[in-house]
Structures are given as structure tokens and as C-alpha cells.
């Protein structure tokens, strides 16, 4: 199933889903549950903004169009990174925190989520 799943191209999701379970069931692993799964990004997506790799900007972006396209987005919201949806709104509006502060902001919850990751 590995080999079936590195020869998809990615545009039909449901394909990629389909042989997924499969084939980390072939390499000794499991689907993470959800709410693992969204740990997991948001602390992905927190170490490539501190290490410069992505935006503040962009990551807030993203946690926002990750919490817009889900039907329940409950675990996209959980803090440290989950805190962040609305600030885009701030960001684009141009209204309330400077951008260093909105910056600082982003930065600060990236560092806890790492953090977050690193107890367990």
C-alpha cells in the first residue's frame, strides 16, 4: 500500500484517505486521532515560524482557513495556536495590535505549542 500511496498525485483526497489507513497499517502505525493530528500540525506549523521557514502572518492565516472549512472545528481552536483564529481579521483590518505586537503575539503562542509538545 506504500508503494500505492507514494504513486497518487494528491488531487483526489478521497483516493489518498482510501489507501492512507493501509498503508501506515503496513509500516506499524496508526491514523492519529483528530485531535492528534491537529497537535500535531499546529506544532509543525509553530517550529517552521520560529525557525523562520513561514510567516507569522501566513500561520495565522492557515489556523484561520483550517477553522473556516471545518464543520466542527473545536480542536482547531484549542490554545496555544487554536488562540490565534480572528487575529486575521485584526491583521487584514488593520485595527487594534501594530504588526510588531501582532507578530509577538503569533511568536509567543508558536514558542508554547512547541513547549506544549516537548512535555509530553
Not at 501506515?24 to 497537535?39: F, Q
Request: with cysteine.
Amino acid at each position: 500500500m506504500l508503494r500505492i500511496l507514494a504513486g497518487l498525485d494528491g488531487r483526489d483526497p478521497h483516493e489518498v484517505r482510501d489507501v492512507l489507513v493501509e498503508a501506515l497499517a503496513d509500516a506499524g502505525t496508526s491514523m492519529p486521532s483528530r485531535s492528534d493530528a491537529v497537535k500535531i500540525a499546529y506544532v509543525d506549523m509553530a517550529r517552521c515560524c520560529l525557525a523562520g521557514e513561514a510567516s507569522e502572518r501566513w500561520l495565522v492565516w492557515v489556523i484561520e482557513q483550517l477553522v473556516i472549512e471545518e464543520d466542527d472545528p473545536e480542536e482547531m481552536l484549542a490554545p496555544p495556536l487554536g488562540a490565534l483564529h480572528g487575529l486575521h481579521d485584526e491583521w487584514e483590518g488593520g485595527w487594534g495590535r501594530t504588526e510588531a505586537e501582532l507578530i509577538a503575539a503569533v511568536r509567543a503562542a508558536c514558542t508554547e505549542q512547541v513547549a506544549l509538545d516537548a512535555d509530553v
